[in-house]
């Protein structure tokens, strides 16, 4: 499937010319830096630029601009796809593409409609992306909203690239944590009948363990304690992962496994692995301990696997679970924590090489924590008094596209300040909207033209070559980079690149909308809106003296609704709609 095709084929057309000049003898170097096509930093100089010469130019021993001129006097017309390229110093090649090509792009993304900017890159790898995994102790709150806003997304860019995603949640379901939650719930049973007990040291304090508690079964008090609080963790287990998974189904967030870390513990797998790594000399015991010497692939210390007391300890599970998914076969094992976890990266990195692979088939990507706003001051929540702001209750207020939005806003690897009001508002301020809106605007633009029997024609019946005025080259030229930003996101495991490109598409297509008219004057229902959308413009009057023609008309109905196609490709990525109304 084609990507981005004015890059591919200016990127073709510069390999030969530079071919060409090596067989003449004009260049001497045989193997040069890979081709890399930018944007000039101002529009009048070309639709691209490529610092190619620049880079040759240390190879060759000459000056940029001759090592341009070589490659310029090569570039063959044939390829009829370039209507002017000069060079710029030092050695700039800024290049000029000829308006027949740029249609192309329309004809693509009509042709390949959802699938634009999907590619076959992954060639069917096998990957598997572990996220959220919160522990069934507690409600999810913002921050594992987050973990989940962002594993998805990056599961869904794989997936559009062509690799075979495998989608995963493991659970924490042994352990003192999970212990610890049955105890808290068995004191609040005790206390609802009237005992004078206190909450464990480090128990759980938040109004659910309550809840919890009353639906412990009458006569649980008259058990022994070990059996009262089993019973009590059981039910809590239940009950918390029927939240979770809830709020999941909210959220729309999938999950193709989920892997419940009990089972390693029942199956044996847990000394399995350690037996295993004790054959390879990689498991000693010292102090009445079981220790892996992670040291020996890079950790600053070797750890503890299995306590004095004999239990084992997290990152034992870890080690087996991760020798789990490594057996399975997986090409490559992505895991999505919380950022407080990356002192135990270098833990597992070791862990992946002790069982026979290299540390780089496991990537893991950090999340940091989000900042809860309301009107700009930071919303209070106190750990002692167990009182947390869940992701239900934000998705309660703000809904679930606003929340995968704004998770997905910055770099996971950076601070999120998420404001409540802000998120609410419905103005280009909020970030959201702005960009929903955009695809709203054209679905709008789309039935007005059908109450006044205007046709709406596709790009194969549109008269493209009224497309003349460089904002709707502006808007073709940003269309077609979606291919591109899909695959770097993809690579680079980083969502956010797509918010950010979708953000300024929306700019572009509310500029265009307000600068120039896109159905005829009469009763144009387009210009009743609000120019409330329009950021970082000053609208002029071109919309209010341009000529529009039947064939201009027709033309830009068909950019805008590849327009509304790349902004509702995009928000699927991310996991958010594409209303048709707002």
Known sequence: MPQDIVREQVTEALRQAIEQARQKGQLATTDGPPIVLDLPKRPEWGDLATTMAMSLASIEHRPPKDVAQ??????????????????????????????????????????????????????????????????????????????????????????????????????????????????????????????????????????????????????????????????????????????????????????????SEASLLKAGSVQTSLDELRQRGLVFDQDGAVWFKSSAYGDEKDRVVKKQDGEYTYLASDMAYHRDKLRRGYDRIIDIWGADHHGYIPRMEAVVQAFGYPKEKLKVVLVQMVNLLRGGKKVEMSKRAGEFVTLREVMDEVGPDVCRFFFLMRSSDRHLDFDLELAKQQSADNPVYYVQYAHARVASLFRVAAERDIPVPSVAEADLTALVDPDEFMLIRKLSAYPSVVQGAAAALEPHRVVFYLQELAQLLHTFYFKHRILPPAADKEESDSQQFVKDVTVSSVKHREPLTPALTGARLALMGQVAQVVRNGLGLLGVSAPERM
């Open 70 to 259: 070589a490659i310029l006097d090569n570039l063959d017309q044939a390829h009829q796809i370039f209507d002017r390229v000069e060079i710029a110093p030092p050695g700039f090649l800024n290049m000029t593409v000829r308006r027949e090509l740029w249609f192309k792009v329309l004809a693509q993304i009509a042709s390949e409609g959802n699938a634009y900017g999907h590619s076959t890159i992954g060639q069917g790898h096998r990957v598997n992306v572990e996220y959220v995994s919160a522990n069934p102790t507690g409600p999810m709150h913002i921050g594992h909203g987050r973990g989940a806003a962002v594993g998805h997304a990056i599961a869904n860019l794989l997936a559009a690239s062509g690799y075979s995603v495998s989608r995963e949640y493991y659970i924490n379901d042994a352990g003192r944590q999970m212990k610890l939650l049955g105890q808290s719930v068995h004191a609040r049973y005790q206390q609802k009948h009237g005992c004078t007990v206190a909450l464990p040291q480090d128990g759980y304090q938040g109004a659910y363990v309550e809840q919890i508690a009353d639906k412990v079964p009458a006569g649980t008090l008259d058990l022994l304690p070990d059996q009262a609080v089993q019973i009590c963790q059981d039910i809590a287990y239940k009950e918390m992962m029927e939240v979770i998974r809830g709020d999941l189904r909210i959220f729309r967030i999938g999950f193709d496994t989920w892997f």
